[in-house]
């Protein structure tokens, strides 16, 4: 049913909101074209009006000073609300972050579990894969995450380019989760730095495949601008690492150190 809502009358609850935060660009943008935009989405539950779509507009009608919005109004539950609320800014609006998306994928499986992995694909425009990867991410633990002796062969992070990391991570949030296996960091190891000194909770995910090296190999170089000489070292010292662990049944005891060293070890 659609109708005019007094501002005042609507319950704006954050926890239904999906994005991160309000975009000031996109208020303004909505501001200078406000009376043609398109309805704001509620659900009217027995006890208030929850905005679930809209945020940004309902903003732009404050910063006008309007008293009423138009809105299109669907009964049910706070459940129905958060669901919604997940699934409209997939569809239209601003992309959403990863994070934001894994967000949103987590809360609907939270509100029903028992729901597919491609039934909730499908609803957010993403692969059943996308779906799993994302319902797995924990949130951090108090205690140091340990690093992985294979990053040991990935080329440290220049400090510039940490920095603009870091910067990146406190205006946006963190977009991509640490990803662990058996306890350990093996992809993240700055962006998990970045996080505790800003004091952001970083998000993990599990990396349950028997390829750990590979994977450690792929994440890194693919992300990272390493040159083609320092991807052909990691290559090198890869295979010297694996040698060094099948002769000596464990990891080299200390720092980064070059094939030929371990080789030679």
């Not at 943008?29 to 309902?58: C, K, N, S, W």
């Not at 919604?84 to 992309?95: C, P, S, V």
């Not at 993990?204 to 991807?231: H, P, W």
Request: aromatic share 6%; net charge negative.
């Amino acid at each position: 049913m659609d109708q005019d809502i007094e501002l005042d009358a609507l319950t704006i609850d954050p926890t239904i909101q999906v994005r991160d935060c309000i975009d000031p660009a996109i208020v303004e943008r909505y501001m200078d074209a406000f009376d043609a935009l398109p309805l704001i989405d509620v659900v009217q539950t027995d006890t208030e009006y929850l905005l679930v779509d809209g945020f940004h507009r309902v903003e732009a009608g404050r910063r006008l000073h309007r008293d009423t919005i138009a809105v299109r109004v669907t009964a049910g539950t706070r459940d129905d609300a958060l669901s919604m609320a997940a699934t409209a800014n997939a569809k239209h609006g601003k992309n959403l972050t990863r994070s934001e998306r894994d967000g949103a994928i987590r809360r609907l499986h939270e509100i029903n579990p028992e729901r597919s992995l491609r039934d909730i694909g499908a609803e957010m425009g993403v692969s059943h894969e996308t779906v799993r990867r994302a319902i797995t991410v924990t949130n951090v633990t108090p205690e140091e995450i340990p690093i992985h002796e294979y990053l040991n062969i990935i080329p440290a992070m220049d400090e510039e380019t940490y920095r603009g990391l870091k910067r990146s991570i406190e205006e946006y949030g963190l977009d991509e989760p640490i990803v662990l296996h058996d306890g350990k960091i093996i992809d993240g190891r700055y962006r998990y730095r970045a996080c505790r000194e800003l004091g952001i909770p970083p998000q993990f995910t599990e990396y349950e495949g028997d390829y750990v090296l590979d994977m450690v190999i792929s994440l890194n170089t693919m992300r990272r601008n390493l040159t083609e000489a320092q991807k052909a070292t990691v290559v090198v010292e890869a295979e010297a690492l694996m040698k060094y662990r099948r002769d000596n049944g464990s990891w080299p005891s200390s720092g980064r150190r070059s094939g030929s060293d371990i080789s030679e070890s």
